[in-house]
């Protein structure tokens, strides 16, 4: 059975030089910098591997500090902020040549009974029933598109129009799609929750573009990730179909923010997200 090609990548592993830094190998992207969701999991994961098996992580918050190089190594250097009786928080700096690309914290707990209620999902087709993003790329004649859709290893079914050629005339402020890896991650709760970070950077903006009558083909238009936040609340398999709810509540300042949610097939709400982007075009300067 064909493994994720996300799992070298997700798996960071220890420096040998230094205590408590890890590296991984960088995923090739369709523009000349890192995916900001593939450093996200590989904080989230770096982070974890200093942490007891018996604590999971469930909330993650970054800043993203400069475009990545994706031909030079990122160095994941955990500070041990503080081990509690349920609670464990790392701070997690990624650099490149001794410069921050991004800043974390995450935070682990040990499992606990409490309070249980969350928001319901909303009603939406089945994944089997809408077309997969990978056939609408593979049908451009760009070898950009296939490096978007198949190089990301991740299917993403939408249910409003996808938005890589043309904008949403309906200018909704809000979409629902479907993901999962398209091949099997193995290995433990750590891997796939740091899977999740990864997938939800895909995403997450659309609804901004898709607001204001905008395509990621648009000319002029150019999106980046300030800050991302994460919280995890139940245990998910990022191989397995997850719906990813994402709604945009504001955008000023050539900034836009989105508020996402993941639930799994029984519609169980695994995940919340925030992410604040730069969103610039050509009308706005």
């Not at 090739?28 to 007891?52: E, N």
């Not at 993203?64 to 500070?79: C, I, K, N, S, Y």
């Not at 935070?107 to 990978?134: K, N, W």
């Not at 169980?268 to 969103?279: H, I, S």
Request: no cysteine.
């Amino acid at each position: 059975m064909t493994t994720s090609p996300l799992l070298p990548v997700l798996d960071v592993q220890p420096a040998d030089d230094a205590l408590d830094v890890f590296t991984g190998p960088n995923l090739p992207h369709w523009r000349a910098r890192l995916f900001g969701g593939q450093v996200l999991g590989q904080v989230a994961v770096a982070a974890g591997r200093t942490v007891g098996a018996d604590r999971r992580l469930h909330s993650l918050h970054a800043y993203f500090l400069r475009p990545g190089a994706p031909d030079v190594a990122v160095a994941f250097a955990v500070e041990r902020l503080r081990d509690g009786r349920s609670f464990s928080a790392r701070r997690v700096q990624a650099t490149q040549n001794g410069v921050p690309i991004l800043s974390g914290i995450t935070s682990f707990q040990t499992a606990s009974e409490g309070l249980e209620h969350f928001e319901p999902a909303p009603d939406v087709p089945e994944p089997e029933d809408l077309r997969s993003d990978y056939e609408i790329l593979d049908a451009v004649d760009d070898p950009r598109a296939r490096q978007i859709g198949r190089g990301r290893h991740v299917e993403i079914r939408h249910v409003e129009p996808a938005l890589y050629g043309s904008a949403d005339p309906q200018r909704r402020a809000h979409q629902s799609v479907w993901f999962r890896l398209d091949a099997p991650l193995p290995g433990d709760d750590l891997l796939h929750r740091g899977a999740l970070a990864y997938a939800s950077d895909l995403s997450v903006l659309e609804p901004v573009l898709r607001r204001h009558g905008l395509a990621w083909s648009s000319p002029g238009t150019s999106v980046a990730s300030l800050d991302h936040a994460m919280w995890w609340h139940r245990p998910a398999r990022a191989d397995e179909w997850l719906l990813y709810v994402v709604e945009s509540p504001n955008a000023s300042g050539a900034r836009g923010l989105s508020t996402g949610r993941m639930y799994d097939r029984e519609r169980r709400l695994v995940a919340t997200v925030a992410q604040e982007g730069m969103v610039r075009v050509p009308s706005a300067g």
